[in-house]
């Protein structure tokens, strides 16, 4: 697949980067190289990743750079900034999807985070679950359930990393 530069409206941008759009793709960049160093892996070309509150950093890291990636799967609860990526990444390898779950900030009306919430994908299928700047945004009764919920979908050999 050939670099694709993936320009994301301001509006759908988020962090403390999100004006700086150059920023925050070297940012998503960045964090792409610590994953690596940190699971002892050259690049992300044969891994199933899913990334849990996508955001766009990473997706957009990944394209503007063209590093390889196996499967990306981005899960967000900001519908807006999904249904854009649906419409905006023609790369086959990467897919979307909004989950309703209760967010004070980015989703106020969604359905609560539990241990039995269940993603629109397929159990035990990530060789990786990325969670950037998840956990600050979450209630701290969250923070068990979110990992709880996501030990399901990350293979017997897979890897979680988050940040807090």
Do not use: W
């Amino acid at each position: 697949m050939t670099q694709f530069e993936l320009k994301v409206p301001r509006e759908l941008r988020r962090g403390g980067k999100a004006k700086d759009e150059q920023a925050s793709v070297e940012s998503g960049r960045q964090l792409i190289q610590l994953m690596c160093r940190h699971f002892g892996i050259p690049d992300l070309g044969k891994s199933s990743v899913l990334d849990m509150g996508c955001g766009c950093k990473l997706v957009q890291a990944l394209l503007h750079n063209n590093l390889p990636v196996g499967r990306y799967v981005g899960i967000d609860v900001f519908p807006a900034l999904i249904a854009f990526l649906q419409s905006n990444v023609p790369d086959t390898r990467f897919s979307f999807h909004v989950q309703n779950t209760h967010n004070e900030m980015y989703n106020p009306h969604g359905d609560p985070l539990s241990a039995a919430t269940t993603l629109p994908i397929a159990k035990a299928s990530f060789d990786i679950i990325c969670l950037f700047s998840v956990f600050t945004h979450l209630a701290p009764h969250d923070y068990v359930a979110m990992l709880q919920m996501l030990r399901r979908y990350v293979k017997p050999e897979g890897k979680i990393i988050f940040s807090l």
